[in-house]
């Protein structure tokens, strides 16, 4: 890995195809593969973590008038309830908000968060005060660096995984790698994903008119296109599929965020 790196510097951070030359060069072993990657993006992007921050805030800044990341998360937590999972896996978990409720629910035994972001990672342990939880808490939780774009063992094995505000993230053309990491490689019994209506932004007063929520969004979905694109994955790995939307509902334009919970037979 340290040789490729080297062979690499000035211009394989930068090249279109490095995943592919890395995967080949590390002779596919994952685990190597994803340190490289991992350590290629913040090379070619050092700050891009302070500006995802930054544009994170931008982002609460539009939807704070209606406390939208409270309800967000009341939903995902009341979703997890009903599946009656005990154990569950953030995938894509931020600075761990989620992870923070989480962790006040006695009949969660197991809760694990992951982030390709290092920084993100590093915020949530000092959030959640982890060096300094008593054992028994701490034994509950972990925080571990990975990325949905690569199968990952550490992954299976939940009741429930949730990936709450991450797939607009994700260029379009890499979501089918998401989708077969998350529903045929980890696949948990219960998958909860959220993600913004843009039909509802109209509704945003700060927000321009045909801008989306947040720099780095590579899409924001209509809720027909959220569902077609669910019930499509939920077919094709044999999931069911159910639709909820979350915050103040529209006639018009819905509700600002919307959830689905994917769930299979599979214990
Ligand atoms: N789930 C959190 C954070 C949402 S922001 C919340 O609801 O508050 C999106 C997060 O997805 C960021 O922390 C980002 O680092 C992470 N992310 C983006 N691409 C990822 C990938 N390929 N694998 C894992 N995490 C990813």
């Known amino acids: 890995m340290e040789k490729l790196l080297s062979k690499g510097e000035g211009w394989l951070e930068s090249h279109p195809e490095k995943e592919l030359i890395a995967r080949r060069y590390l002779k596919h072993r994952t685990s190597l ?17 302070e500006a995802e921050e930054a544009h994170t805030a931008e982002e609460e800044a539009v939807e704070a008038p209606i406390y939208l990341n ?20 953030d995938l894509g ?18 809760i694990v968060g992951m982030d390709v972001s290092y920084r993100a990672l590093a915020i949530a342990q000092s959030r959640l005060n982890l060096d300094r939880l008593p054992a028994r808490q701490r034994s509950r939780i972990e925080l571990i660096h990975g990325s949905l774009m690569y199968r990952d ?14 797939i607009e993230h994700l260029d379009a053309p890499r979501l089918a790698a998401f989708e077969r990491v998350v529903f045929e490689c980890a696949r ?15 509704r945003f007063e700060t927000l321009p008119a045909g801008k989306l929520r947040h720099k780095d969004h590579r899409f924001e979905w ?8 669910a019930s499509e994955v939920a077919k094709r790995f044999g999931y069911t599929f159910g639709f909820a939307p979350v915050g103040p509902e529209d006639d018009k334009v819905g509700s600002p965020t919307q959830m689905g919970v994917f769930g299979c037979g599979n214990l």
Request: aromatic residues 4%; contains cysteine.
């Open 33 to 49: 593969m994803r340190q490289a990657l991992a350590r290629l993006v913040e090379e070619e992007s050092p700050d891009a973590d």
């Open 70 to 89: 409270d309800q967000r998360l009341d939903a995902i937590v009341a979703a997890l309830k009903d599946s009656g999972a005990t154990s569950v896996v």
């Open 93 to 110: 978990c931020g600075e761990g908000r989620l992870l923070k409720m989480l962790l006040r629910d006695k009949s969660l035994t197991r």
């Open 153 to 166: 063992s550490r992954l299976a094995g939940f009741d429930a995984a949730t990936v709450a505000e991450v």
């Open 188 to 202: 948990p019994r219960t998958v909860i994903v959220t993600t913004p209506n843009v039909e509802y932004n109209v």
């Open 222 to 229: 209509t809720r027909d296109e959220f569902q077609e694109w």
